[in-house]
Nanobody
Framework: QVQLVESGGGLVQAGGSLRLSCAASGRTFSSYAMGWFRQAPGKEREFVAAFTRSDRSTYYADSVKGRFTISRDNAKNTVYLQMNSLKPEDTAVYYC????????????????WGQGTQVTVSS
């Protein structure tokens, strides 16, 4: 079992930055591949960024590539999402998630989810 708790969301002006954190409990955290998704009002949950299962590679949605960076610290059982150059269209609830199967982009492949943290970007 893995429990995930996100933090770091908030209100920021366009062009600003935020760093989201996702703290995980459970001794098997390091064996899971981690990802971030987001869901805006009235829209489906969408992929943002994730590690491959080996942690050797990262993948990003085209809409955030070059602006967002995913990282993890296994010693702290934490995964991060650094978000720079934020845009109003980045406004959403952001979720971290854990999976132990292949398939980075599909939310159905993720077994564990946090409760989400709200990010609001004003224009």
């Amino acid at each position: 079992q893995v429990q995930l708790v996100e933090s770091g969301g908030g209100l920021v002006q366009a062009g600003g930055s935020l760093r989201l954190s996702c703290a995980a409990s459970g001794r098997t955290f390091s064996s899971y591949a981690m990802g971030w998704f987001r869901q805006a009002p009235g829209k489906e949950r969408e992929f943002v960024a994730a590690f491959t299962r080996s942690d050797r590679s990262t993948y990003y949605a085209d809409s955030v590539k070059g602006r967002f960076t995913i990282s993890r610290d296994n010693a702290k059982n934490t995964v991060y999402l650094q978000m720079n150059s934020l845009k109003p269209e980045d406004t959403a609830v952001y979720y971290c998630a854990a999976r132990n199967v292949a398939g980075i982009y599909n939310a159905l492949n993720y077994d564990y989810w946090g409760q989400g943290t709200q990010v609001t970007v004003s224009s």
